[in-house]
Nanobody, 121 residues
């Protein structure tokens, strides 16, 4: 069973930075890709980024490209989402999830409990 645990969320001022971490089980890491998506209250789930295994390839949503970066440390079984120049519209609960392909429209197969990111004005 794929297990994923997100951490690193919090409250930050507009323009600030946060780094989210996703610790994944070996089973989860065997999927083709690990993705981050977010969901704000009353809004639909939104793809943020995904990363494949080695050699790692990445994709980022247009809304975060140039501000966010996704990376992975296979030794630590952890996937990171570095978020810079945060905006109030980035406020959401962030989840990491498994995918069978690294793509914005690929289904999210399993995910963790999420971590809340709140960006103040």
């Amino acid at each position: 069973q794929a297990q994923l645990v997100e951490s690193g969320g919090g409250l930050v001022q507009s323009g600030g930075s946060l780094r989210l971490s996703c610790t994944a089980s070996e089973f989860a890491l065997n999927y083709h890709a690990i993705a981050w998506f977010r969901q704000a209250p009353g809004k639909e789930r939104e793809f943020v980024a995904c990363i494949t295994g080695s050699p790692a390839t990445t994709k980022l949503a247009d809304s975060v490209r140039g501000r966010f970066a996704i990376s992975r440390d296979n030794r630590k079984k952890t996937i990171y989402l570095q978020m810079n120049t945060l905006k109030p519209e980035d406020t959401a609960r962030y989840y990491c999830a498994t995918q069978n392909m690294c793509a914005e429209y690929a289904p999210f197969l399993s995910w963790g409990q999420g971590t809340q990111v709140t960006v103040g004005t």
